[in-house]
């Protein structure tokens, strides 16, 4: 993002995106600057990233979500560049390291993150006593268990399961109840991890696009 001679850049990641028009998409960008710093009338300078398409593609901002470091971005196919973007999908860098953790109920929205996540995956399930949705899983990803009674895998929560098996990651998806997601939180925070949360898993995210932003030129006076 330029402003006043300043520029940030930064590696975004898709946290959704979905065509809603014929060759039109909207993508929700994560990002850890230029959402906190974007205004209205701006635009992103987006990189490919297929190495011979070396220019990035300027994509206008068409809403900003400050509260989680988001924005969202609406275009139309127009050239190789802008197909390569519609053809991501939820997704990360492939040299990291993910914690799909799902306690309870949470577990089965994990499942769906496990098929698309194209990176390592360590899948850390948590249940009271009977377990599901294993067979599922399997292949997914290297499963670790935590059962309340001990019954199966790791005696306790997922973060024992994690602490036990001397895992550890770059990245963690998480949904379940609050207690867990509690706890989950404070160990990112310990960690230094970077964390997505939800009741509900109403996010998602992975592939990965380097942004720059910069301020649109007016080419009419601004009444005030």
Known sequence: MQTKGTKFEETAIIIRQEEIADDIYSMWLRTEHIAAHAKAGQFVSVYCNEGSRLLPRPISICEIDRKDGAIRLVYRVAGKGTAEFSGMRTGMQKNKKAFLIGGG???????ELAKELDCEKQI????RDELFLLEDFRNRGQIYIATEDGSAGTEGNVLDAIRENGLDADIIYACGPTPML????????????ECWISHGMRYRSLSCLRVQVKRKRCTQQCKK
């Open 182 to 193: 509690r706890a989950i939180k404070e160990y990112a925070a310990e960690q230094n991890i």
């Open 105 to 111: 109920i949470g577990i089965p929205p994990m499942l």
């Open 124 to 127: 850390v399930l948590g249940f």
